[in-house]
């Protein structure tokens, strides 16, 4: 079994910052991607940022620039350093990543329980 658990959520003003953290645990064999995705009240589940593998990255154009997803290869942890809040970026916080264990020669997706981050003007 894999368990991703997210960490760092919390209230902040705007233009503040915070770290977001997932560490993935259990099972693993080998993890290819791992991504962020956020939730507000009444909207659809977007994705934040994405890093593969091999370390490429990609944003969603509303975070592009304010903020940076890393991995820790050797912890399974994926970081999400949000720069430059503002009152929008308030949402639930996902990470997801897809894992391979010793299920077969698979990538299976995984889901975290989410973070909340509120951000205040």
């Known amino acids: 079994q894999v368990q991703l658990v997210e960490s760092g959520g919390g209230l902040v003003q705007a233009g503040g910052s915070l770290r977001l953290s997932c560490a993935a645990s259990g099972n693993i064999f080998s993890i290819n991607a791992m991504r962020w995705y956020r939730q507000a009240p009444g909207k659809q589940r977007e994705l934040v940022a994405g890093i593969i593998s091999g370390g490429s990255t990609n944003y969603a154009d509303s975070v592009k620039g304010r903020f940076t997803i890393s991995r820790d290869n050797g912890k399974n942890t994926v970081y999400l350093q949000m720069n430059s809040l503002k009152p929008e970026d308030t949402a639930v916080y996902y990470c997801?990543?897809?894992?391979?264990?010793?299920?077969?020669?698979?990538?299976?997706?995984?889901w975290g329980q989410g973070t909340q981050v509120t951000v205040s003007s």
């Open positions: 997801n990543a897809d894992v391979r264990t010793d299920r077969g020669p698979y990538n299976y997706r995984y």
